[in-house]
């Protein structure tokens, strides 16, 4: 199954939160499949506040989140565009800190979730095994006249991880193709467009545009637009976590 949404239909689906500890957000979906789907993918922007927290937590399922506004850190370490951080089904992580200017990041999920489990009252339902936790630095996006001027495509790997996350930055000339790497290792892909415009079952996806290739797909074809294209390919190892979902059990990120 691929999917996809533009940042302006994103934008369509915008509503408020407040989160159990008084924390305000906006969240906005990318996607969000029917309960039913299998896989059914979870995308969405999280636009928090300036000088809010979101507590320490974790989630029952892998997932991707991506700083594309603001600043602030996770746990004790800064976040600034454009950051990608990892948490593996049952790690914790926090808290989220915004500063100032707040901070937006994307979640991005291969399987949906039931909300935030707070460390501190849900220890008890963390899973033993190993935890997987990475972050990156913060990577520059290419100035789009540099990406319109590309010779040729280019790959570049971030993190790759053999049981874990894989994140590549993919950049292609202006009306080129790029296959990337297939979703062999059965955890499905996400593509973010950090830049330019990527063309996808005839539909112009610009910048902050985001899709999903499930596992059962075969390599996506990143094909640029006129200005050429940039994105991050974010890639989900397999796991053995299949939670049920429970919307009415959703009461936050």
């Known amino acids: 199954m691929t999917a996809g949404a533009t940042y302006e239909q994103m934008l369509a689906t915008r509503k408020h939160m407040v989160l159990p500890n008084g924390t305000s957000v906006w969240k906005s979906y990318y996607l969000r499949s029917p309960q039913q789907a299998f896989p059914s993918p ?16 974790f989630h029952e ?9 603001g600043g602030g850190s996770v746990g004790r370490s800064a976040v600034a565009p454009i950051t990608v951080h990892y948490a593996g089904a049952y790690t914790g992580y926090g ?3 915004s500063g100032d200017d707040g901070l937006w990041y994307l979640t991005l999920r291969p399987m949906m979730d039931n ?3 707070y460390v501190h009252e849900s220890r008890d339902k963390m899973k033993p095994g190993p935890k997987k936790h990475y972050q990156s630095a913060p990577l520059e996006a290419m100035p789009e006249g540099d990406l319109a001027t590309l010779a040729q495509p280019q790959t570049q790997a971030i993190n790759v991880d053999p049981e874990g996350p894989t994140v590549e930055v993919l950049r292609v000339p202006p009306q080129q193709r790029l296959t990337a790497a297939g979703p062999v290792r059965g955890g499905g892909q996400f593509f973010f467009v950090t830049g330019g415009s990527l063309l996808a079952n005839g539909v112009e996806y610009p910048k902050w545009s985001c ?3 499930s596992s059962s797909d075969s390599a996506f074809e990143v094909a640029a637009g006129t200005s050429g294209v940039e994105v991050l390919l974010l890639e989900f190892p397999q796991t053995e976590y299949r939670a049920t979902y429970s919307p009415e059990a959703q009461i936050g990120l």
Request: negative net charge.
């Open 95 to 97: 808290p989220i800190s």
């Open 42 to 57: 979870q995308a969405f922007l999280v636009e928090q506040g300036a000088n809010e927290v979101v507590l320490p937590h």
């Open 61 to 69: 399922q892998n997932q991707f989140q991506v700083v594309i506004n």
């Open 211 to 213: 899709l999903w290739v």
């Open 115 to 117: 909300g935030p489990l």
